[in-house]
């Protein structure tokens, strides 16, 4: 596979489930990010991790926690979302460091987050 | 406070004819502008982007222009075609801590043909 996948592509749960979703790059990129976008609302960054490492949050609520075992894979672990969470998650890579001009950042097709 | 925004959410163009997106924001400490394409179920991909010292750059078909008096900037595309019926998202990113961009909500381009 190439580029950025994400699994699962749809995800139902309610509000005391515990679920995660995953992100894998294969473009041998060093930087990954979390962003979320709502119905009617811009793209809005969550996290960012440079080598492994986490260099923003941007605000996120606790119940979203994310992990970056290696600078291929990223995980968003969800954990007593509410409704107003639900919104569609896409996974970003892009070499570090990035030189936004270029369009250096590669989109995953995201997953569509649903909490009931 | 959106420092990016797009007020448009939908535009409707005949097939053939030129398709203008409009972009406006509020931080002049934007360095750099990008526009992004998105087909639905795929992540938006990277489409042409200005620098702020430019006021126009070109690459085909889509021409981006950049009018930093007025903190504005458009994409022209032109002829337009049906392959281009997809959300079209404005970013904007800062000198420093450049791996953030800050997106607009986004505009949906319907190519009639």
Redesign the interface.
């Known amino acids: 596979e190439t580029g950025v996948t994400q699994t699962p592509r749809h995800l139902v749960m309610g509000m005391t489930n515990k679920k995660s979703l995953k992100c894998e790059q294969h473009l041998g990129h060093n930087a990954m990010y979390w962003y979320k976008q709502s119905a009617k609302k811009p793209l809005e960054l969550m996290f960012v991790y440079n080598f492994k490492e986490q260099t923003e949050n941007n605000s996120v609520p606790s119940r979203f926690s994310p992990e970056c075992p290696n600078s291929s894979h990223l995980f968003l672990h969800l954990h007593t979302l509410q409704p107003e969470d639900s919104a569609l998650y896409l996974c970003v890579s892009s070499q570090d460091p990035l030189i936004a001009g270029e369009g250096s950042q590669y989109f995953g097709p995201g997953t569509r987050l649903t909490v009931t | 406070d ?1 420092q ?1 925004k797009q007020n448009s ?1 939908s535009l409707s163009v005949q097939e053939g004819r030129i398709s203008i997106l409009n972009c406006d924001y509020t931080n002049s400490m934007f ?2 502008f ?1 526009w ?1 394409k998105k087909y639905p ?11 702020s010292i430019k006021d126009k750059n070109e690459d085909g078909r889509f021409t981006v222009f950049l009018n930093k008096s007025a903190k504005h900037l458009s994409l022209h595309i032109v002829p337009s075609q049906p392959g281009d019926s997809a959300v079209y ?1 404005c ?1 904007a ?1 800062y000198p420093e ?10 505009t949906r381009l319907t190519i009639n043909p």
Request: proline share 6%; aromatic share 16%; glycine share 12%.
């Open positions: 959106q990016v959410p360095d750099y990008l992004y179920a795929e992540g938006p991909t990277f489409l042409i982007s200005i620098s998202f970013a990113s801590g450049a791996q953030k961009l800050v997106f607009g909500q986004g």
